[in-house]
């Protein structure tokens, strides 16, 4: 186990440092001037006195240097539109918001999407079964860009059940929780019935009926713990589709969250704003995998007690 | 007991060979198309695909509009006779508009799985089949470009390309392929293992033939099933990046920027919003459909 | 033996179809299997792969999964009281652990990897006999060191995939019998396992039986097995019991040219001289539209006319020793059985 999570540890490092440089020398290599417009209306001397506050000045390599000191240090650098904010109190200042709504929307999928997974799969090939998975199937092909407007301007404005847009009170949760988490519930499901109809089908399923348990606590004790256990290791790549999918949402209802700032960034062409967001966003996701997999190794007594290699 | 003719039991003459096969055996394909045929949902949604992809090469030519000029003596007109999906705000035909975009995102997806069968195939197969360190040191590279969150790379690398069909495609190349190599890598792994394999090897087949013969044939049931989860992944990435204003750029359209237009006036005219949501929705339905018909189909494991 | 003073009847098979549904039509697995078990008995149920062998002893506890698999017809009479075909599934948990355990053919996948040990046996205790968490914990331990299990103490706080296959099947035994069923059911309990580990667990499972006087039945295609442990054996073939009689019956007197070919496919170190081992040829008939006549016919060398046309009835040998044969009949003409007296090989 000790050795499973270094491996993972070294392999997220790794991963850290890439995604870093790589973001690194794409920014300074953008085609164009880095301040844009702005730089068209100043005066070469003015330019000059920008360009070494940014550090700009210095030899490229000089420069990723300093830029890697100081993101080890956490700070990802001051944004070239607005010289006074810097990207660590943008983050500060709108990521909760974000991590929120990703929790929230994270909450209702595992939930229901378990729960679908769990009863269709206690009713294969019949007609619950049908219709869950052709729910979850129709959920897979609505993704939030198209859910978001469509609850936004249907429940939102004309049957007026919960507000439209922006993150006042917890009502206002509601709609872009839903419209974020609609398709993970899908894919959830879906995960959780074929790994239930992958239990239900193990020997020691029979072992346990064969014991004189009932259906529910066959199902409960043997089926569900053992059914779960793939699904973890798929929590990982799920949080990230939910966090790339805030760019979305917020951006539909408004939220003041990362994700608009980021997409506002990205049609600004704010660089070092879209540097140091992406290297957070990449940071939470690299972690949060590495978390998932090494509670995968938590649950799963093969890989607890594992000794040695794998 | 009743009465029974001696005759009954003389000895009977028969060749030797005359086991008779009662069920009749189909081979792989024909029994997974036995059965992709008897799933309805399965068979709807590919009668769909074929339907919208008839649409999307022949209805911008029928039509006599095109998809960039505009007309402002029609804007936002709602559907009619003679705009069968209505009109944008700048005039422009939605019915050649939205057959365009489909055309559009039905390219980004067949160009995201030709990528996938070059380079995912290619590499999980080759990984698989040298095994040892070459496919260790492969994993580990394959590992690192996933654990990169794809849509980021993606969005720094429109930034620096231009924003475009052939830049959605580049950045779907970079990190795409590798659920599809990992799971060519692990059926490869797995069968090499099989004894017909061993078998052909001992015989003295050569790796090339091993794999053509052999482990291609077999895996191919999973690279199709695979295949028709990519393509609506490539058409949803290509409508997330036209969604934050890194997609296609007009006058051009794709069905991700017809959303994206769309949910800007869905208030007032919502026809521009529905239309374009029905057909993205409907091809991500009918290849997922498609998609888990053939998972069922080419199952060997759920042959009853 | 059957000959005990008073015998209790523990189960009694009468006529028991079960048939499974699938996309072409019904397989009939199970084809009309009628036998007895008294208490302390050891019957064994043997025949090749997809004899219908298993899915009567699933179907004896219930276990067939349904649908696909549905009983057709027939009745099986379990402790004299109840008929199994007829239960409610709430009245078959009670029996299933607590009167009937049963053992599975592959140690290896049938605990669950994610329960410890001492969980697993637990679990039918508690829910069957009442008992708390530590009673039960301390039941384990005793079942363990019954099974011949070292540091039972230890043993019960880890997981399968911590012990190897032969002690994995101890612990299915532990689980098995941790009630004291009436019935034991051995569904292949030695197939996966190395020969010397198969021994030693026929050895644990006689000597078990030997102390609880539980009634098992055995299935197997390893005569071996049916000769060390079995009093009386059945014979399937197809669906249907082909032979049946005593141990001394089917080995030294069998009547079926089935189970000559059985007995001719099994290497044997007691022979007086050497023989080669004699594989029967072809294959079971497709059970979804088995033959009219005798489902043997086709692969056996003495078929008649009359086999391919009429399903040959049960004759008596003795009253305890009856094959499913035409050559029985008094107008068939007389074959030489090539197994014979003595287990002797007539080459």
């Known amino acids: 186990m000790l050795k499973f999570v270094i491996r993972r540890l070294i392999s997220m490092i790794i991963t850290l440092f890439l995604i870093t440089t790589v973001t690194f020398f794409l920014m300074m290599n953008l085609p164009g001037d880095p301040f844009g417009e702005m730089s068209q209306k100043m005066s070469a001397a003015q330019r000059a006195v920008l360009y070494q506050q940014y550090g700009l000045d210095k030899p490229m390599f000089q420069q990723y240097l300093q830029y890697m000191g100081n993101v080890l240090k956490g700070d990802l650098g001051v944004s070239f539109q607005y010289p006074n904010t810097s990207v660590n109190e943008k983050i500060a200042q709108s990521f909760p918001a974000s991590l929120e709504l990703g929790l929230w929307a994270l909450l209702i999928a595992v939930v229901i999407g378990l729960l679908l997974g769990i009863i269709a799969a206690l009713n294969h090939n019949r007609g619950l079964d049908y219709a869950a998975m052709f729910t979850a199937v129709v959920g897979v092909s609505i993704p939030s860009m198209v859910l978001g407007p469509l609850l936004s301007y249907y429940v939102g404005v004309k049957l007026g059940w919960f507000p439209p847009g922006l993150w006042d009170t917890p009502k206002h949760r509601v709609l872009p929780a839903i419209a974020l988490g609609f398709s993970t519930v899908a894919i959830l499901a879906r995960l959780m019935r074929t790994s239930m109809l992958d239990v239900l089908n193990q020997d020691y399923i029979k072992t346990a009926k064969a014991k004189g348990l009932s259906q529910t606590s066959t199902v409960i004790k043997h089926t569900i713990r053992n059914a779960i256990l793939p699904v973890i290791t798929v929590l990982g790549p799920i949080f990230v589709n939910v966090i790339t999918g805030t760019l979305i949402v917020e951006q539909i209802f408004s939220v003041p969250g990362l994700g608009k700032h980021f997409v506002q960034s990205i049609q600004t062409k704010d660089i070092t704003m879209i540097g140091g967001l992406t290297i957070f966003y990449s940071a939470i996701l690299v972690v949060v995998i590495f978390l998932t997999d090494i509670l995968y190794g938590l649950v799963d007594p093969r890989i607890r007690l594992a000794k040695g290699r794998k | ?304 | 033996m059957s000959e005990k003073k008073q015998p209790t009847k523990i189960l009694d098979v009468k006529d028991l179809k079960v048939s499974f549904k699938t996309y072409a039509g019904e397989i009939q697995a199970v084809r009309g299997v009628s036998f007895d078990l008294y208490k302390g008995e050891v019957l064994a149920i043997v025949g090749e792969s997809g004899c219908g062998k298993s899915v009567t002893a699933q179907t004896i506890m219930r276990l067939v999964p349904s649908p696909p698999s549905f009983i057709k017809e027939g009745s099986i009479t379990f402790d004299n009281k109840s008929d199994i075909t007829k239960l409610s599934e709430r009245a078959m948990e009670k029996i299933r652990g607590s009167e009937m355990g049963m053992i599975f053919q592959d140690p290896m996948t049938s605990l669950n990897p994610t329960m410890t040990i001492g969980k697993q046996i637990a679990e039918g205790l508690i829910k069957h006999q009442g008992l708390n968490k530590e009673q039960a914990a301390e039941r384990s331990v005793e079942m363990l060191r019954l099974v011949g299990i070292s540091n039972p103490e230890g043993r019960i706080k880890q997981y399968p995939h911590e012990l190897s296959g032969g002690m994995r099947q101890r612990i299915m035994i532990a689980i098995a019998l941790a009630c004291s069923p009436k019935l034991l059911i051995a569904d292949e309990p030695t197939t996966a396992l190395d020969v010397t580990i198969q021994a030693q667990i026929i050895e644990l499972m006689q000597k078990l039986q030997e102390k609880t006087e539980t009634a098992i039945i055995l299935i197997t295609h390893d005569l071996g097995v049916v000769a060390d442990m079995a009093q009386r054996v059945v014979v399937m073939y197809a669906g249907k019991i082909v032979e049946e009689g005593s141990v001394d019956d089917i080995f030294y007197n069998p009547k079926h040219p089935y189970t000559w070919g059985l007995l001719k496919s099994v290497p044997r170190l007691d022979l007086e001289h050497k023989s080669d081992l004699v594989p029967i040829p072809g294959t079971p008939p497709d059970l979804f539209a088995p033959p009219k006549g005798c489902a043997f016919a086709a692969r056996c060398p003495y078929a008649m006319d009359i086999c391919l046309q009429q399903d040959p009835d049960k004759f008596e040998v003795t009253n305890q020793h009856k094959a499913a044969c035409w050559l029985l009949h008094p107008d068939a003409p007389a074959v030489e059985p090539p197994v014979g007296k003595g287990g002797k090989v007539h080459a």
Not at chain 2, 16 to 24: A, H, T
Not at chain 2, 176 to 184: C, N, Y
Not at chain 2, 185 to 192: D, E, F
């Open chain 2, 1 to 304: 007991m009743m009465q029974l003719k001696k005759e009954l039991f003389a000895p009977v003459k028969r060749d030797l060979d005359q086991e008779r096969i009662v069920r009749p055996s189909l081979n792989y394909w024909q029994d997974a198309w036995r059965r992709l045929k008897k799933n309805k949902l399965a068979m709807t949604g590919l009668i769909i695909l074929i339907l919208l992809t008839l649409f999307a090469i022949f209805a911008p030519f029928i039509s006599s509009y095109d998809y960039a000029t505009q007309d402002y003596d029609v804007t936002n007109q709602k559907p009619s006779l003679e705009h069968l999906f209505g009109t944008d705000q700048f005039g422009r035909d939605l019915w050649v508009r939205i057959w365009w975009g489909t055309r559009i995102s039905l390219f980004i997806g067949l160009a995201a799985a030709v990528i996938d069968l070059i380079v995912g195939v290619l590499y999980g197969g080759i990984s698989g089949y040298l095994g040892g360190r070459v496919d260790n040191i492969m994993q580990r590279a394959s590992e690192i470009v996933y654990s990169i969150p794809f849509l980021l790379v993606t969005i720094l690398l429109i930034m620096y390309l231009e924003p475009g069909i052939s830049t959605i495609i580049i950045a779907y190349s970079i990190t795409g392929w590798v659920p599809m190599a990992r799971l060519v890598r692990g059926q490869v792994l797995q069968m090499k293992e099989q004894e017909y394999v061993l078998a052909a090897r001992t015989l003295g087949a050569k790796p090339l033939r091993i794999i053509l013969k052999h482990l291609i044939p077999n895996a191919l049931g999973i690279i199709v099933v695979q295949i028709t989860f990519v393509v609506p992944n490539a058409i949803f990435v290509e409508a997330f990046l036209s969604f934050i204003g890194l997609g296609i750029k007009p006058p051009l359209a794709s069905l991700g920027s017809l959303v994206s237009d769309g949910a800007q006036t869905m208030r007032f005219y919502p026809h521009q919003m529905l239309l374009p949501t029905a057909v993205f929705s409907l091809i991500l339905l009918s290849f997922n459909l498609l998609g888990d018909g053939l998972r069922d189909a080419l199952d060997p494991k759920m042959r009853k």
